[in-house]
């Protein structure tokens, strides 16, 4: 049951997270996604949480630190709307709980097995699989495709989609200036996100932008689970195609889960930093 739990809060966290020098300042700048057919980025986020969970008079802490890498390709641009797909390259995971250590890598077996057998069979689900995302020119998803997870329901009903990507207004934004936006990232939840951003600093080819955002939840896809939460964090974006380099995001929740009919408090606080490279 733990495992499972704990599974759940990862994709909803790293996807919720998968998101985020000096220079001549200019005075304004448009910001906007310009990107072709065939492009590649890979993106590498480092996470560090730790999850407290109460039950039964009890309470438990699983320290966490994660390393998840994907590649995002573009597949399709039909006027404003930009075709990509995300792909689970690898996951490397080291948690402890109860003084015990349980390391995961994707891509050494000998950790399949063991202690984390079952966390292992469920990740190793995730690897490979791709979830297809339309959004438009300024960052607004249109539409998700999580068809490659139908196999794993545990998996499919708790990916959020987060968002690898900055949404940005209409028109040019002067240093100071902020927009805000809401984001639904499940069509079939009430999980609403409001996102804040305020552009920090310009150069001539990137752009500082820090960010502020709320998170709630009463239902996720039939899944009572009553969630609140913060994130801030900065991110530094490509003025030219609009693409995240890097971002640090430090994000807390406090959520009640329901696990037959039992309530299960949780808190999670962590920290993320995502590196974005682009493959020649």
Do not use: C
Request: charged residues 20%; aromatic residues 6%; proline residues 1%.
């Amino acid at each position: 049951m733990k495992s499972k739990i704990q599974i759940s809060l990862f994709l909803l966290t790293s996807l919720i997270l998968i998101n985020i020098s000096s220079a001549i300042a200019q005075k304004s700048v448009e910001l906007m996604y310009i990107l072709n057919e065939g492009d590649t980025y890979v993106f590498v986020t480092d996470m560090e949480q730790d999850i407290t969970f109460e039950a039964m008079g009890q309470t438990t802490t699983l320290d966490q630190v994660m390393s998840i890498q994907m590649t995002s390709r573009i597949t399709g641009i039909e006027g404003d709307d930009i075709n990509q797909d995300f792909t689970f390259d690898k996951i490397m995971m080291n948690q402890s709980i109860f003084g015990m250590e349980i390391k995961y890598d994707s891509e050494d077996s000998s950790t399949f097995t063991g202690m984390g057998g079952q966390i292992a069979t469920e990740m190793n689900k995730v690897i490979g699989s791709t979830i297809k995302v339309v959004m438009d020119d300024h960052g607004n998803i249109k539409d998700m495709d999580l068809s490659s997870f139908t196999d794993n329901s545990d998996l499919s009903n708790n990916l959020s989609s987060g968002n690898t990507y900055a949404v940005y207004p209409e028109g040019k934004v002067n240093v100071g200036d902020s927009w805000e936006t809401d984001i639904k990232p499940l069509e079939d939840s009430e999980m609403k996100v409001h996102m804040n951003y305020t552009l920090l600093k310009v150069s001539r080819k990137q752009a500082v932008i820090g960010i502020e955002g709320t998170v709630s939840a009463n239902e996720i896809q039939g899944q009572e689970i009553r969630l609140n939460g913060t994130t801030v964090g900065e991110m530094i974006v490509d003025t030219k195609t609009g693409m995240l380099i890097s971002s640090v995001i430090d994000l807390e929740l406090a959520m009640d889960l329901d696990q037959g009919g039992v309530k299960i408090p949780a808190t999670i606080i962590s920290t993320s930093e995502t590196n974005v490279t682009k493959v020649d």
